[in-house]
């Protein structure tokens, strides 16, 4: 059975054991390097690219004990990537299958280290490489590859998720999983649980089926002007409206948009105010940390207020191309919004709840001194 040669990610065990399968107490593993190569980082994501360098070596182990389907899952989980095996001799004289980006595929950026990616990325490609995994026999390579940006966009919220602040006084009781089917998975995903749970009594809960919808987190922002007292929120068409049939379909809001891999919800939020509505803003005051519908979703929100100069000449038409966005921006003054609120025509809850605390905290922003520290930058 040949053995392989590893100088990247697969070198973090919790990542191997994942895309294998099975625990890596089986395999036999000895360090060694590949002579005239050098393992470089990559620009379009934080995995490493092995090219040919004379006189440098790339450091790795070489694995021996792979089964055949252990190797299939490990060509389905780098195919992804773009990497195909070509057999290789090691500084060692022991021959193993390297795994080789197709040429031209990705731009490197300078050498790459295994411990600042564990520390950076470790726990991210683990929770994408699960589902990744998860369709392993069911999706071909390339329809995984053009679903892995959102993969690791859901793998992000997964992070985030290890530091909520929320929980203070809640039941931290044992949930068993049985299984979850992943029902669909495109941009969103669709999950079936088969759980049990701890009851208030401390016994368990028979099998429960729960469906989940999979979404990303979010950063949302109401930009508000202390200086003009004025917000400006954002119109565009939202699927549930339509999906419900509702008589309005375009959509009052604040800016909003999901946190990507490696993004802090604060830069998120910086990003999309001026992706979404053209402008910059001066600094964010955090308002809340939610669930969208924590019934039926994993979608939660990073919800703010951001300060920043609103003229009358800020408003337009804005957003991605690319992401076939047509974003229409309004002006409204701080008794307008409310007015908004008021009359229950806000049909945007994170809009109701930014409106709600900017009323509490409106007379400290307005006289907040120009160039005081803001809570979030």
């Not at 419900?244 to 998120?268: F, H, K, L, N």
Request: aromatic residues 10%; contains cysteine.
């Amino acid at each position: 059975m040949a053995a392989l040669f590893f100088y990247g990610t697969l070198r973090h065990i919790p990542l191997l054991e994942i895309v294998l399968g099975h625990r890596f107490g089986d395999l036999r593993v000895t360090d060694d390097r590949l002579g005239d190569h050098a393992v470089l980082a990559v620009a379009e994501g934080p995995f490493p690219f092995i090219e040919a360098a004379v006189g440098q070596f790339a450091t790795g182990v070489r694995v021996e004990g792979l089964t055949g389907r252990d190797i299939e899952r490990l060509n389905f989980y780098e195919g992804s990537f773009a990497y195909d095996l070509r057999e290789m001799e090691l500084v060692s004289g022991q021959m193993a299958l390297v795994y080789f980006a197709h040429a031209d595929r990705w731009s490197t950026v300078g050498p790459w280290s295994l411990e600042q990616w564990q520390a950076e990325w470790g726990d991210l490609s683990c929770f994408a490489a699960i589902e990744v995994m998860d369709y392993f026999g069911k999706y071909s390579v390339d329809q995984v590859a053009r679903m892995f940006p959102m993969i690791r966009t859901r793998a992000a919220a997964m992070v985030n998720a290890q530091h909520s602040r929320h929980g203070g006084g809640t039941l931290h009781g044992r949930v068993d999983v049985d299984r979850i089917d992943r029902v669909y998975t495109n941009y969103f995903a669709l999950n079936e649980y088969h759980l049990s749970h701890e009851r208030f009594d401390g016994t368990m809960s028979n099998m429960l089926e729960r469906a989940v919808f999979v979404a990303s987190d979010a950063a949302l922002v109401l930009p508000y002007d202390p200086q003009r007292d004025r917000v400006l929120l954002v119109e565009q068409l939202r699927m549930g409206p339509v999906a419900r049939g509702d008589r309005s379909v375009w959509q009052m809001e604040p800016i909003a948009g999901r946190v990507d891999p490696g993004e802090t919800p604060a830069a998120a939020a910086h990003r999309e105010a001026a992706e979404e509505a053209g402008i910059s803003l001066q600094s964010l005051e955090p308002v809340a940390e939610v669930y969208a519908s924590p019934g039926d979703s994993t979608e939660f929100f990073y919800i703010y207020v951001g300060l920043t100069d609103l003229p009358d000449t800020v408003t337009g038409v804005n957003g991605l191309a690319s992401e076939a966005e047509d974003i229409r921006s309004h002006l409204f003054s701080f008794a307008a919004l409310m007015d908004l609120v008021d009359r229950q025509e806000a049909a945007n809850s994170p809009l109701v709840i930014a409106a709600y605390w900017l009323a509490r905290h409106r007379e400290r922003l307005r006289l907040r001194p120009p160039g005081a520290k803001p809570d979030v930058t």
